[in-house]
């Protein structure tokens, strides 16, 4: 089991930078693959930043791409997503998520999930 709890949420001007993380519990960070996704109101879950285990590789959104960073300490049981140039669009509840061994962008693949944290970007 992973328990995931997501904070640093909050609002911020279009323009503006904010950066979310995620606090993992329980079971060896280092061995699942981590991911951010966001759901905006009256839409779908989106994908939005993957990290592989050791952190060297990463995957985007094409529409944060350019923007966002994903990262993570595993000494820390922590993962990161700095968001820059924020625009009113990424206005959404966050979420990370976890998922043992592979890579997906696929919600419906992953087995752990935190609270999620709202972002609110004001134009």
């Known amino acids: 089991q992973v328990q995931l709890l997501e904070s640093g949420g909050g609002l911020v001007q279009a323009g503006g930078s904010l950066r979310v993380s995620c606090a993992a519990s329980?079971?060896?960070?280092?061995?699942?693959?981590m991911a951010w996704f966001r759901h905006p109101s009256g839409k779908e879950r989106e994908f939005v930043a993957g990290?592989?285990?050791?952190?060297?590789?990463?995957t985007y959104a094409d529409s944060v791409k350019g923007r966002f960073i994903v990262s993570r300490d595993n000494a820390k049981s922590t993962v990161y997503l700095e968001m820059n140039n924020l625009k009113s669009e990424d206005t959404a509840v966050y979420y990370c998520?976890?998922?043992?061994?592979?890579?997906?962008?696929?919600?419906?693949?992953?087995?752990?999930w935190g609270q999620g944290t709202q972002v609110t970007v004001s134009s």
């Open positions: 990290i592989s285990q050791s952190g060297t590789s990463q």
């Open positions: 998520a976890a998922r043992f061994k592979f890579p997906s962008s696929n919600a419906r693949d992953y087995n752990y």
């Open positions: 329980g079971r060896t960070l280092s061995t699942y693959f």
